[in-house]
């Protein structure tokens, strides 16, 4: 059950960075972030399961860890909007609004 | 554990089969409504894990929070921001998508040998534990709820300002400018 949850959260992350590095649609990498997120998630309360059943600090950081994530998801879909709006566009790899 | 053992049983190969085209879904659908619900279908799939995990809590946060709130404002920004023209100058397959996947694949695998690997049992842990306090606390929750108020209050705290800051945020970039 250990190995198996485990090698669950090792696939969800790894595509979530696959997903995260090729998407050329903004959306599209913050919801490969959120499965990011969640792998590390299913990570944590693994091992509370498995080895700290009595003092459940796996289990409460991963629910900071879901706060957190909620308001980063928030924020990017806002960043994602403004720059729809302004560029009529959701092509990730076509901006160059950082570049100096 | 105290779930009976034939739950596991029935429920961890359809979960595990929905996690993996969930996932796939996501990454590959090229409508994104689609992968936007595929990433619905990977989120309720974590949170059968986390009741067959003993994590009662935590499955019902993940529900409430990731498919209620984070999924729901994920599909409004994939509607308000729908491109019906979709721009086809783009080529499906480059060359950073063939070494991505060159390197996710070997990340995976080096973790799958890693964990395989380790005698998860031959780990000892010796912790200090509260004797008196701890044998009264019986479910998850109630776990939870005494650690979340006191060893972890400072954290849970400063959650509750960050949330508020990112509210106050998104609302400020994502307001329409008002021409006078």
Redesign the interface.
């Known amino acids: 059950?250990?190995?198996?949850?485990?090698?669950?959260g090792?696939?969800?992350?790894?595509?979530?960075?696959?997903?995260l590095?090729?998407?050329?649609?903004m959306?599209?990498a913050?919801?490969?972030l959120?499965?990011i997120l969640?792998a590390v998630?299913?990570n944590l309360?693994?091992f509370?399961?498995?080895?700290?059943?009595?003092?459940?600090?796996g289990?409460?950081f991963?629910?900071?860890i879901?706060?957190?994530?909620?308001?980063?998801?928030?924020?990017g879909?806002?960043?994602?909007?403004?720059i729809?709006r302004n560029r009529k566009?959701?092509?990730i790899?076509q901006f160059n609004l950082s570049k100096w | 554990m105290n779930r009976p053992e034939q739950i596991y049983d029935i429920l961890l190969a359809p979960l595990t089969l929905s996690l993996i085209l969930g996932g796939l879904g996501v990454v590959l659908l090229t409508n994104i409504i689609y992968s936007a619900l595929s990433l619905g279908l990977v989120l309720i799939c974590i949170s059968l894990f986390y009741i067959l995990l003993n994590a009662d809590f935590v499955a019902v946060a993940q529900i409430l929070i990731y498919i209620g709130a984070v999924n729901i404002l994920i599909i409004f920004a994939v509607m308000l921001m729908n491109n019906p023209k979709y721009p086809n100058s783009a080529p499906p397959w480059t060359v950073g998508d063939s070494i991505t996947s060159i390197v996710c694949t070997s990340l995976f695998c080096s973790l799958i040998t890693i964990i395989l690997n380790i005698s998860w049992f031959g780990i000892s842990l010796t912790q200090k534990s509260d004797q008196i306090l701890e044998r009264d606390l019986t479910n998850n929750i109630q776990r939870i709820g005494v650690h979340l108020s006191t060893d972890f209050f400072l954290p849970f705290e400063l959650i509750s300002i960050i949330l508020l800051v990112a509210l106050i945020g998104a609302i400020t970039i994502a307001r329409r400018e008002e021409t006078v």
């Open positions: 059950m250990l190995e198996h949850a485990l090698i669950l090792a696939y969800l992350l790894s595509i979530g960075i696959y997903g590095v090729t998407s050329r649609n959306v599209r913050l919801m490969c959120e499965l969640n998630n299913l309360v693994t509370s399961d498995s080895f700290d059943s009595r003092q459940v600090k289990d409460i991963s629910i900071f879901t706060a957190i994530a909620a308001a980063e998801a928030a924020i879909l806002a960043i994602v909007l403004a729809y566009s959701t092509r790899d």
